[in-house]
């Protein structure tokens, strides 16, 4: 278990880590998820003890690791951003290397070189100089080097960053295999990724936590609409009737291709429309090719996350411009109208759903 | 084993790989040897206080060139994040990288035995005693001049700038014994105190004397200590 709180740091006038507290149990996989310099590293450098913190503490099992950090390190598997190597060592002097310097011995290093070499698919390159290794070999190694000394925290920066689809898979499976009974914490750019392997997902932006939460729970955070793609042949087939008695429910798209017509509705996340969709398609005779539900993906709600907190940060400082210059009257104007242009800007990327629902509003004044 | 004779032993034989420390290897013993060989065939004397001199002069290069690389090399690639996220201390890597360059310093100078060898085969007087505090003599100024190396190493993640401030300073302590020419005598009696040759006469002449061993102790201790506090420091202030 491990538990930070207040956690801070600044480099010079930036505030790369802000205050932010969590806690991850044994047993749980986490992601840690932001767009870059959002202060993913920097934290996952507090953690390893890597980076001194600003203000704040990190506690492993309740004792804070700065108190005996030599133990903590030992308790701690770690696979940087950048998976450093020594690229004249070969794999296995490498492994060896790292072993002893985390004071194993020698039956324990033999049978855990034996298990990471198994389990990281490590055995054609043994001894190849790690200079030479692909990327993917490298990635291994490092994650290998990671859980040598098979550690109670593992922390992985970026984790399967330059590996093919096929060792993703492999190395995700590990991943989960690890996590089923260690405390693991892994930082990603790739939300699919977090997706697939995580029990809850952090999303920090510009040093704040925006998100803590289970990956089930993140629909929540956002007031988005399921969209549900129907395929029937037909041309323009006329949905005008039920979408009438369906007052939640709004045609996207239409989409004639040959003999086939795609359509995309879109409706709140609660409700399941394919139902009546299909049964209304049935109904006029039209035959269904295909029918699916698009739920909003983690990508789009991080999306959304990110960017609102964004906004919401440049109107504080805008307001709080407003407010400190309140008194000069020429900077006034100049930052009013600067809030006009931001606000401007602002509307331009809001998304198309939120534009389709002015005309539903209209359909439902004018009856 | 500790830390420090761990990554010792890797570094001793990472060293023994790479094509650079043989060819300043190599270099090394040319000018040691074409030195040996003036004083023992031209002057015709085994007097090897001149050789042993110039070794020192040899030393100021040889030896920022071996430890350019030890910790600026691990800043710039990457991996001093790893070495420092294992369970070891920080003056555990200091130590084991000073432990490795002192044994590339002592497998240099055993080489340069041979021309001894051959100057004892031709058959002229050597002082061995001399000798061999001379060699005692290099080495505690070698270990000197690596602690030196080792903290303009461990400064930044350039291996020049490293080369460049290392010789720097050892010249400083080197050419100490020179400035008695442009300062009072009385000052330079203290100022002499701290020149390496000023310590390093006396081994030549064939006498350990025990506060030139304590000088050495001293100089290489607070270098290798400034290096790690380097170290320490890259915690609070590092702004990557």
């Known amino acids: 278990m491990i538990e930070i709180k207040e956690l801070s740091r600044s480099f010079g006038a930036i505030r790369a880590v802000d205050k932010i507290s969590f806690r991850v149990e044994t047993g749980e996989i986490v992601g840690f998820l932001g767009p870059n310099g959002a202060g993913k590293t920097t934290t996952l450098r507090m953690?390893?003890?890597?980076?001194?913190?600003?203000?704040?503490?990190?506690?492993?099992?309740?004792?804070?690791?700065?108190?005996?950090?030599?133990?903590?390190?030992a308790r701690i598997g770690y696979l940087a951003e950048h998976n450093p190597l020594y690229d004249e060592m070969s794999v296995m002097e490498f492994l060896r290397y790292v072993g002893s310097l985390r004071k194993m011995k020698k039956g324990e290093l033999h049978h855990r070189l034996d298990y990471v070499i198994d389990n990281c698919g490590l055995e054609p390159v043994l001894n190849q100089s790690i200079k030479t290794l692909s990327k993917g070999f490298r990635q291994r190694t490092g994650l290998a080097q990671a859980i040598l000394h098979d550690p109670e925290v593992l922390i992985l920066d970026e984790p399967t960053s330059g590996?093919?689809?096929?060792?993703?898979?492999?190395?995700?499976?590990?991943?989960?295999?690890?996590g089923a009974s260690k405390t693991v914490i892994l930082s990603s750019h790739i939300m699919q990724e977090v997706q697939a392997l995580c029990d809850r997902v952090i999303i920090i932006n510009k040093g704040r936590i925006v998100v803590d939460d289970s990956i089930g729970n993140l629909d929540s955070y956002i007031q988005g609409y399921n969209s549900v793609v129907l395929e029937v042949e037909a041309s323009e087939?006329?949905?005008?009737?039920?979408?009438?008695?369906?007052?939640?429910?709004?045609?996207?798209?239409?989409?004639q291709r040959g003999e086939v017509c795609k359509l995309r509705f879109l409706c709140p996340p609660e409700r399941n429309i394919s139902r009546e969709l299909s049964a209304y398609a049935v109904a006029q005779g039209w035959p269904i090719v295909s029918v699916f539900t698009q739920k909003q993906s983690l990508e789009e709600i991080f999306h959304e996350l990110t960017r609102e907190e964004e906004e919401s940060a440049e109107q504080a400082m805008l307001l709080a411009g407003l407010e400190e210059e309140s008194g000069?009257?020429?900077?006034?104007?100049?930052?009013?109208?600067?809030?006009?242009?931001?606000?401007?800007?602002?509307?331009?990327?809001?998304?198309?759903?939120?534009?389709?629902?002015?005309?539903?509003?209209?359909?439902?004044?004018?009856? | 084993m500790s830390g420090a004779l761990i990554i010792a032993r890797k570094e001793y034989q990472l060293a023994l790989r790479s094509l650079g420390t043989?060819?300043?290897?190599?270099?090394?013993?040319?000018?040691?040897?074409?030195?040996?060989?003036?004083?023992?065939?031209?002057?015709?004397?085994?007097?090897?206080?001149?050789?042993?001199?110039?070794?020192?002069?040899?030393?100021?290069?040889?030896?920022?060139?071996?430890?350019?690389?030890?910790?600026?090399?691990?800043?710039?690639?990457?991996?001093?994040?790893?070495?420092?996220?294992?369970?070891?201390?920080?003056?555990?890597?200091?130590?084991?990288?000073?432990?490795?360059?002192?044994?590339?310093?002592?497998?240099?100078?055993?080489?340069?035995?041979?021309?001894?060898?051959?100057?004892?085969?031709?058959?002229?007087?050597?002082?061995?005693?001399?000798?061999?505090?001379?060699?005692?003599?290099?080495?505690?100024?070698?270990?000197?001049?690596?602690?030196?190396?080792?903290?303009?190493?461990?400064?930044?993640?350039?291996?020049?700038?490293?080369?460049?401030?290392?010789?720097?300073?050892?010249?400083?302590?080197y050419l100490l014994r020179y400035v008695g020419d442009f300062i009072p005598v009385r000052v330079f009696a203290s100022v002499e105190y701290f020149s390496f040759d000023y310590h390093l006469r006396n081994f030549l002449k064939g006498v350990i004397d025990t506060r030139d061993l304590l000088f050495f102790a001293v100089i290489t201790y607070i270098f290798a200590l400034l290096a790690e506090l380097r170290l320490q420091a890259q915690n609070l202030m590092q702004e990557r």
């Open chain 1, 163 to 178: 590996l093919d689809p096929n060792q993703i898979l492999e190395i995700r499976e590990l991943i989960r295999e690890l």
């Open chain 2, 22 to 173: 043989y060819i300043i290897f190599v270099i090394f013993l040319l000018f040691t040897g074409f030195m040996f060989a003036n004083t023992a065939l031209k002057i015709r004397l085994a007097e090897l206080r001149g050789s042993f001199e110039l070794m020192h002069i040899l030393l100021l290069f040889y030896i920022p060139a071996i430890t350019m690389g030890s910790i600026a090399k691990e800043r710039n690639s990457g991996t001093l994040e790893l070495l420092s996220t294992l369970p070891i201390r920080l003056g555990s890597i200091v130590w084991g990288k000073f432990l490795a360059a002192m044994l590339l310093l002592l497998t240099v100078l055993l080489s340069t035995l041979v021309y001894l060898a051959l100057i004892a085969i031709y058959g002229i007087g050597v002082d061995y005693g001399a000798v061999a505090t001379g060699y005692l003599g290099l080495l505690c100024a070698g270990a000197a001049y690596i602690a030196i190396g080792l903290f303009a190493s461990s400064l930044s993640g350039n291996q020049v700038l490293a080369f460049i401030l290392a010789l720097a300073i050892s010249a400083v302590f």
């Open chain 1, 47 to 73: 953690l390893v003890g890597y980076l001194q913190p600003g203000g704040g503490s990190i506690e492993l099992d309740g004792q804070s690791i700065f108190q005996a950090p030599l133990a903590a390190s």
């Open chain 1, 237 to 255: 087939p006329d949905f005008s009737p039920l979408l009438a008695s369906l007052t939640d429910v709004e045609l996207d798209s239409v989409e």
């Open chain 1, 328 to 367: 000069h009257a020429d900077e006034l104007e100049i930052t009013a109208e600067t809030h006009l242009r931001a606000d401007i800007q602002e509307e331009e990327p809001i998304p198309e759903k939120e534009q389709k629902e002015e005309p539903e509003e209209d359909e439902e004044k004018i009856p």
